[in-house]
């Protein structure tokens, strides 16, 4: 297996999870909400449009548990990532790793992934 140079991850803050249980909720009815919600977050509007819309076609294609467990619970995946670093690295061969808020403007933008991704579904980058 080749080895990974650099793997960098964009997740978003458990705040973001907010999005999830909107699009849940109401679809496409919530999509101003959403979008509102990421624009507080710091995300430029023309993105959180995109980001809101990818969200809603993420939580329609999710089985109905994962739907309740999404409108109950709020996930913090970068400290998640953080305290798996040590796994993801040696069961992925990498040799650098890089977990960043999608939201933190000072966050490189490798491959355009940093808006990418949706909570849940990160915006990943590999080298």
Do not use: C
């Amino acid at each position: 297996m080749a080895k990974i140079k650099k793997l960098v991850i964009y997740v978003y803050p458990k705040e973001a999870y907010e999005i999830l249980r909107i699009a849940i909720e109401r679809s496409e009815k919530g999509l101003r909400d959403m979008i509102a919600i990421l624009k507080d977050l710091g995300i430029p509007a023309d993105k959180a449009a995109i980001i809101s819309k990818r969200a809603i076609k993420f939580v329609r294609e999710l089985d109905p548990e994962i739907r309740d467990l999404v409108k109950r619970v709020r996930i913090d995946e970068a400290s998640v990532l953080h305290e798996l670093r040590d796994y993801i690295v040696k069961e992925l061969g990498v040799e650098h790793l890089e977990v960043y808020l999608a939201t933190d403007k000072q966050a490189i933008d490798f491959g355009n992934k940093k808006f990418a991704g949706i909570p849940l579904r990160p915006g990943i980058y590999i080298e």
